[in-house]
C-alpha cells in the first residue's frame, strides 16, 4: 500500500517542481496585450543595397496566419514600398513592386529587377480580409538602392 501512495504523489511532486522553475522564467507574457509591433529587421534604415534586389525580413509580436485565417488578433504580413499607407478601415489593395501581400503567412519577401535609388518601405499587418490591424502594426525604413558590379 505504501509504494502506490509514493507511485500517485510523485506526478504531483514533479508537477510542483516545475511550477517553482518557471518563477524564475524572464519571460512574462501577455504584459502589453495592446502593443503589438512589428520591425523591419532588414533592411536597415540608412542601408546601402548593392544590386538590384531588396531582401526583407520581418518580425511581429502578432501570431502571423495565412491570408484568409481570421482569428482575432492575428494577421499576414503587407509591404509598401515608395508607397504611401492607404485607409486604415479598407483592404490593402494589390499594385505589382508596389504593395505585396504576404499572405502564405511568410515574414521574409524579395523584390526583383529593383532600379537604383532612395526607398521607403512600410510593413503592415493586416487581418484575414487585409484590413489593417488597428491600431496599426506598422514599421518604416528607408535606403538607398545603387547599382551593383
Ligand atoms: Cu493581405
Known amino acids: 500500500m505504501n509504494r502506490a501512495l509514493i507511485a500517485l504523489s510523485l506526478p504531483f511532486v514533479l508537477v510542483a517542481c516545475g511550477g517553482g522553475s518557471d518563477a524564475d522564467s524572464p519571460d ?5 496585450p495592446a502593443g503589438n509591433s512589428v520591425t523591419i529587421v532588414t533592411p536597415v ?14 518580425s511581429s509580436t502578432v501570431t502571423i496566419l ?45 523584390f526583383e529587377d529593383v532600379e537604383p535609388g532612395e526607398y521607403r518601405l512600410i510593413a ?11 491600431p496599426w502594426v506598422v514599421d518604416t525604413v528607408t535606403f538607398t538602392v545603387v547599382s551593383g558590379n
Open 45 to 58: 534604415s540608412g542601408a546601402q543595397i548593392s544590386g538590384n534586389q531588396i531582401n526583407v525580413n520581418l
Open 66 to 110: 495565412p491570408a484568409g485565417d481570421m482569428t482575432e488578433g492575428t494577421g499576414h504580413h503587407h509591404l509598401y514600398l515608395n508607397s504611401d499607407l492607404t485607409p486604415a478601415d479598407q483592404p490593402v489593395p494589390t499594385v505589382p513592386g508596389s504593395i505585396i501581400h504576404m499572405g502564405d503567412a511568410s515574414s521574409s519577401y524579395t
Open 28 to 32: 512574462m507574457p501577455m504584459e502589453e
Open 124 to 134: 503592415v499587418v493586416a487581418d484575414g480580409v487585409h484590413v489593417p490591424l488597428q
